[in-house]
């Protein structure tokens, strides 16, 4: 049964009809064709599904769309402005912490949800942030580089 | 992975409400932060016609330091409990123990009262519906008999959540929400030693919040074996609160996780108090943690393994606390 979801996405408020019974992740992806969010495991193991949710890292699997109503999501298509790679984007571009690229937004989106509460976490505490994340690339070492360059990217703007 | 099931989705404002949508519908689950129900929804492993929100009732959310306890809504987040630096300061166990769940992305959605009702598991029930097909089922859903134990009369399966032994250890009660009212457990009355029946929760009863009293000179702290550093259940958990005095133990609790169906409390430890912590009195404490724990095959780590690594794990937690405590 579906019914209005008023919601915030990428900066626009929308309101659509969704079925009580969708995942946040059914909706970003097939309701509104956010196909950047990738489906994993799809049981919470992976963290490739990883969004913003009122700024907060959240597995859009394990977690019904209608459950985030009057919230705000965002996803890796929110983070480029006008064509501009966010710093976090162009770190991984530029240290290659992308590979076959499947767990890169999920790595991304919750990598900004630790940048924007901690602007200069340390090696240590970005490891922590990104637990909930797997690499099938086990490519994680450019992963904790690219999310450094980042940080300094960050700190040289500042 | 198998199409999420239909159901319908209500988001009630109260406990009251909550409780009273839930005895006007007879197949009703209650939802939380939805790391456990969502993908055993979608597993096969639950099935409900009405899913019931509780993310929308304030009484749920929310951490109050008192002079003598903390009164902790069942709805605050992991993640919120293991940054509240209250928590952190006067309960370490607990602090320690929420952090220890999954990875930090589970802990911004899942509950306290999601961990602390959290479905026993068993490496023969947290399958697909295909291989629990193979396997004939097993007793605690679909199947008749228990595939750890098979001439048992009752599931085997583990109690898994981090934070239960962590305020077991500290002496929490919980508030439950029914038709009927209000009632307090002491967290102990909580659970039963059954993998189909851990929770002593009446039908439609709701978990509202957690109390734990502050004791000034207890120290306490959770430590948790498990395969990799983040997103694993633990193979074993242990929490201990332990007071010292002088060269002698005024005071020990432990409980132990992922080792029974229930979070075990220890008994006896009583006979340890009152004595210096010597290496007789560490044997002992390993002796009694041993005889308290139930570790069957319900994991991949077998279980001669967790039965000689659960008393360890306490002995070496035992023996920190009481060194930082001098």
Redo the contacts between chains.
Sequence with gaps: ?KSVLRITVNGRAREDAVA????LLDYLRDGLGLTGTKQGC????C?AC?VL?DG????A????A??V?DGTVETIEGLAHNGRLSRLQRAFHEHLGTQCGYCTPGMIM?AEGLLRTEPRPDRDTIR??????LCRCTGYVKILDSVEAAVQAGEEAA | MPVMPDFELLRPDSAEAAVALHASRPASRYLAGGTDLLPNLRRGLADTATVIDLGGIAELAGIRVDADRVHIGAGTTLAALAAHPGIAAELPALAQAALAVAGPTHRESATLGGNLCLDTRCRYYNQSTPWREANHYCMKLEGDVCRVAPKSKRCYAAFSGDVAPALLALDAEVDIVGTNGRRTLALAEFYHDDGMRWLALDRGELLAAVRVPLAPGWSSGYEKLRIRGAIDFPLSGVAVALARDGERLAGLRIACTGVSSRPERIEGLDALVGQPLDDAALAQLEKLVLRGIQAMETTTASVPYRRKATPILARRLVTRLWTEAA
């Design positions: 049964m009580a019974n969708a995942l799809d049981g919470g193991e963290g990883t949710v907060r890292p959240r597995l699997c394990c977690t019904l209608h459950s109503a919750a922590t942030a990104l637990a909930g994340n």
